[in-house]
């Protein structure tokens, strides 16, 4: 199984971690060990990413207007991704790493190969 790191942020983080926990069990059928670090916005602003290991950024719909600035702080190192709406709402866990995840990891699955 390869590791991979998200950083997830809401409002308060207590509706990411939900999100986070469906995620991570879609991320099994692709053999992926998905580890998800699910915060408030706020620990978003005040995290190193240079140093987080971090693989992919996923920001929650309620909080996107947070995106450009969390875009700026890791200046185009990390993939900072906007959750839509609609997969958040429902919690589509397979949804969500199949569009939100899995196309800013491709390469690095491959690596494991």
Known sequence: MKKIRVFAACQLGASISFFAEKLIEAAKEYDVDLEVKDRNIDE????????????????????RFHGRRIR??????????????????????????????????????????
């Open 44 to 63: 978003a602003h005040g995290t190193d990413f240079a140093n987080s290991g971090c693989d992919v950024i996923l920001i929650a719909p309620q909080v």
């Open 72 to 113: 700026q702080q890791v200046d185009g190192k990390i993939p900072v991704v906007d959750i839509d709406g609609l997969t958040f709402a429902t919690m589509d866990g397979k949804w969500g790493f199949e569009t939100l995840i899995l196309p800013y990891i491709k390469d690095k699955l491959k690596e494991s190969d």
